[in-house]
T-cell receptor, first 118, second 110 residues
């Protein structure tokens, strides 16, 4: 089982360029999310999705777009890269929060993408 | 107030020592919590889930104190391989989103 696969592993962009970070999972998880991790800030939620065709904003959505056309894929698009978007990006997935349960499922993470914007 | 707060450390302990990390959470309705381990330049990996008062897995014990809204992670007989950053995680109520603490850095010294 591949789990959660992210590409690329590393990327350098110039300010103003756009790019798409790819994320795919083969566990049939309905919930997928993108986090960024910066020193001293921890993991912060950018966007998330609870199923195909449904996306929503997290804590830090500005400058990023997402789409969820299939259960498996959840790409993250940087529209016009800025140096403040230099970070490590993680994609994660889990089964959907059960409607009648109080308990969340843990997240499964991809290997991460290290992005530098100059 | 942050959703999840941790002491960032660092904690430097000798091999064989016992170390405990605490984490506080703000949402009193949260029911499930997690501890993740993150090695340098790697993705976070699930260490333990905490769904009731506590959980034990070998040398690792997680405890939940709902009255005081904190969870703790105890590591006994520390190994060199335990050196990592430990992330405390709490959920958004009634949703899938998880809030991560900034992590506590542990270094086990020979």
């Amino acid at each position: 089982n591949a789990g959660v696969t992210q590409t690329p592993k590393f990327q350098v962009l110039k300010t103003g360029q756009s790019m798409t970070l790819q994320c795919a999972q083969d566990m049939n998880h309905e919930y997928m999310s993108w986090y960024r991790q910066d020193p001293g800030m921890g993991l912060r939620l950018i966007h998330y999705s609870v199923g195909a065709g449904i996306t929503d904003q997290g804590e830090v959505p500005n400058g990023y777009n997402v789409s969820r056309s299939t259960t498996e894929d959840f790409p993250l698009r940087l529209l016009s890269a800025a140096p403040s978007q230099t970070s490590v990006y993680f994609c994660a997935s889990s089964p959907l929060y059960p409607e009648k349960s109080s308990y969340n499922s843990p997240l499964h993470f991809g290997n991460g993408t290290r992005l530098t914007v100059t | 107030r942050k959703e999840v707060e941790q002491d960032p450390g660092p904690f430097n302990v000798p091999e064989g020592a016992t170390v405990a990390f605490n984490c506080t959470y703000s949402n009193s309705a949260s029911q499930s919590f997690f501890w993740y381990r993150q090695d340098c330049r790697k993705e976070p990996k699930l260490l333990m889930s905490v769904y009731s008062s506590g959980n034990e897995d070998g040398r690792f014990t997680a405890q939940l104190n709902r009255a005081s809204q904190y969870i703790s992670l105890l590591i006994r007989d520390c190994k060199l391989s335990d050196s990592a950053t430990y992330l405390c995680v709490a959920p958004q109520t009634g949703a899938n989103n998880l809030f991560f603490g900034t992590g506590t850095r542990l270094t086990v010294i020979p």
